[in-house]
């Protein structure tokens, strides 16, 4: 499939235009006009990119990429190393971010609803960008926090009631911390990010609205791997998922 029309489809699919973002969307480093093999992951650290050499991938899609506002802009140390990885093996680097949250079907907000049986009807935050709804599984905080620990294959940082009961339920993922207080203002019992800050800790237990830190990068996997199945379905290319593990 040539690059070009990969990212025809992936723009029209994801939308990138539609969003104020802290990064570049799409094809942040050239490579190889053609894509055959497609290596995705959350994170463009070194590990993916070695690896991402080694499987003899010609295309890496990721969630979070390169070139942030406010990041040093020199090409020197770690910035160098990888940059200098993606250019000797001629590999092409395709990232989105807010895009890839908010879509309604392949985004991680969609995507990490399904695996927790959370059923949205609406959304709120900066750009819409977080979801709520209610549960289909969970009926108290406990319930919900032992649903997160076996689908997420890791226990969730509480701070709250376990036994309130759950009827509305709001979900952002990665560093969504900050989301709280609207979510409070929404009368919502109970709010699902990734991150956790120190403020975020009294905003929960003052509010009564409880708050679970489920870990950026676990509750971010699942984007990019329903974006890497649907272009294998669609197009036949050659797509696979590497977790490089992260606790944060």
């Known amino acids: 499939m040539k690059r070009e029309d990969l990212m025809e489809y992936l723009d029209g699919l994801l939308e990138p235009a539609k969003f104020r973002d802290y990064c570049p969307n799409g094809l942040q480093v050239e490579g190889r006009p053609v894509v055959s093999k497609l290596v995705a992951g959350v994170t463009a650290s070194q590990a993916l990119l070695d690896t991402a050499s080694a499987k003899g991938a010609d295309t890496i899609l990721v969630h979070h990429g390169y070139f942030w506002k406010g990041e040093d802009s020199r090409i020197v140390g770690i910035r160098r190393r990888r940059l200098g990885t993606l250019i000797q093996h001629d590999l092409n680097l395709i990232a989105y971010h807010l895009p890839l949250d908010a879509h309604p079907d392949l985004g991680n907000n969609a995507q990490l609803a399904k695996r927790l049986g959370l059923l949205a009807d609406g959304r709120f935050g900066d750009q819409d960008i977080a979801w709520q709804g209610r549960s289909n599984e969970a009926t108290t905080i406990d319930e919900l926090a032992r649903l997160i620990e076996r689908q997420l294959g890791r226990a969730p940082l509480v701070i709250g009631q376990g036994t309130r009961p759950l009827r509305r339920i709001g979900w952002c993922s990665g560093g ?3 989301y709280l207080e609207q979510a409070i203002a929404l009368g919502l019992d109970a709010f699902i990010s990734g991150e956790i800050s120190e403020q975020t800790v009294h905003l929960a237990r003052e509010s009564g609205v409880a708050y679970l830190a489920c870990g950026h990068h676990a ?26 593990d992260n606790p944060i």
């Open 176 to 178: 969504a911390q900050s």
């Open 219 to 244: 509750t971010e996997r699942y984007g990019v791997q329903a974006v890497a199945e649907h272009l294998s379905e669609r197009f036949g290319l050659d797509c696979e998922f590497v977790d490089i």
